[in-house]
């Protein structure tokens, strides 16, 4: 079985606490580590995008479930794909 | 010889029929997800799902799969869970009861030496222990006299509102033309008393009669009764983390860990998204308070006393801060070059 991030946009309000509470992102982004969305274009996991979440890097996902458990609206999670 | 497989909620069974009836019993709840059975399984049938998804996040499916089609039912992934999570049965009997190759292991509390604190109780990760003790009564403790001049009492009440064991018993009532008085008894319990005194020194009447003999003989006078218990520790449960050992005031536990090694964090990779934390079954890792405001704690703390290296920390962390080197596998004695060749393959 693969599990992996799956986003429902339908649902998310775009507050990007999944975008800088994933440790990839926190990692790879100094920006993101200090708490706001990527201004140049690092390859994150994912971003806001046009109001809602966008997965832009699946394959750097280390499938944690820190993002699943900050979202407020259940609009990312970690499931069978 | 066909193997079949048996789901029950999350918990997975796999039978095949034969000379030896075998069975692999899979208990979902007891998994940690750290990923030893999918390492030392020999035809690669096992797959540990992912572990921080597993345990932080809800799901549906088992935490790890098993291909029916794959498994031989050697029994490695058994012999190597430190959680008792997989269980190897031949004709009903497990393999920890069998004279097959296992993990040493063990934790038990000497019930000479415990005092029945519960300090062990308290700390186990995975409430595997438990304390029974019988206390004494507190009268068995104190002794002294209390008497209350019923005469002489007016029923305020202050004595049985303040009384902190609440030994005082008031029968209040409201006054009527034909029985004009706010109460019409008052007892004290002198199994409940504690001989404190403050009904005495509260009583505006001085109805109270109360004498502590412990004050004027001394400690001498009461010997504390023997405290009676009984120790514990569930050997499903347990996971031989080494708490109740080393948060033992009197050393009356003892535990054996399976695996020896290192645990290293990588604190600058280290993100302190906490999944290690929640992960780990032993409580090794935390995330230490500041001292004081302005000064920055460590990210993430260890205490080494406590792992078991099962790795699932490690196989947890998404931005690969932490390293789980095992450097003993503590196995029972066996000829088999293929087992002996197993455990020692988990060694890094």
Redesign the interface.
């Known amino acids: 079985?693969t599990?992996g991030l799956k986003t429902y946009r339908e649902l998310c309000h775009g507050c990007g606490n999944c975008v800088v509470?994933?440790?990839?992102n926190?990692?790879r982004s100094e920006e993101v580590?200090g708490g706001k969305g990527p201004s140049d274009d690092v390859d994150i996991i994912m971003i806001v995008e046009d109001g809602a979440i966008q997965i832009k890097n699946a394959d750097l996902?280390?499938?944690?479930?820190?993002c699943?458990?900050s979202c407020p609206v259940d609009a990312i999670?970690?499931?069978?794909l | 010889m066909e193997t079949t497989e048996i789901i029950d909620g999350k918990n997975i069974t796999l039978e095949r029929a034969g000379e030896e009836d075998r069975t692999l019993i899979f208990k979902n709840d007891m998994c940690a997800v750290c990923g030893l059975c999918e390492t030392i399984c020999p035809v690669s049938a096992i797959e540990a799902n992912p572990t921080g998804a597993m345990i932080r996040t809800e799901q549906d499916m088992s935490k790890i799969d098993i291909d029916v089609n794959k498994c031989v039912l050697c029994g490695m992934c058994s012999s190597i869970c430190p959680f008792q999570a997989l269980d190897l049965q031949i004709n009903g009997d497990s393999i920890r009861e069998l004279q097959y190759p296992q993990l040493i292991k063990s934790a038990e509390i000497d019930n000479e030496e415990c005092i029945h604190c519960k300090a062990c109780e308290t700390a186990c990760p995975q409430d595997a222990i438990i304390i029974t003790r019988e206390l004494p009564s507190r009268a068995e403790l104190i002794t002294g006299e209390i008497d209350i001049d019923k005469d002489t009492c007016i029923y305020c009440g202050m004595c049985e509102e303040m009384c902190p064991v609440d030994a005082i018993d008031i029968e209040h009532q409201n006054p009527t033309s034909d029985n004009p008085v706010v109460a019409t008894d008052i007892n004290v319990s002198e199994d409940i008393c504690v001989h404190c005194g403050i009904c005495k020194r509260i009583c505006p009447v001085d109805a109270i009669k109360q004498v502590c003999r412990i004050c004027p003989y001394g400690e001498y006078e009461i010997s504390v009764p023997e405290i009676n218990g009984n120790s514990y520790i569930d050997p499903e449960l347990c996971v031989n983390c080494t708490w109740c050992q080393e948060i033992c005031p009197v050393d009356a536990a003892k535990v054996t860990k399976p695996f020896e090694g290192e645990l290293t964090i990588e604190q600058d990779t280290c993100q302190g998204c906490e999944t290690c934390v929640m992960v780990c079954p032993c409580n090794v890792l935390s995330f230490p308070k500041s001292a004081k405001s302005g000064l920055k704690a460590e990210k993430l703390h260890k205490d080494e006393r406590f792992c078991i290296y099962c790795g699932a920390c490690q196989k947890s962390c998404p931005v690969d801060a932490i390293n789980v080197k095992r450097t003993q596998i503590n196995y029972t004695p066996t000829k088999s070059k293929a087992w002996k060749k197993a455990f020692e393959s988990l060694k890094q």
């Open positions: 079985m599990i509470s994933c440790p990839v926190a990692l580590a996902c280390g499938k944690c479930g820190t699943v458990q999670t970690l499931e069978e």
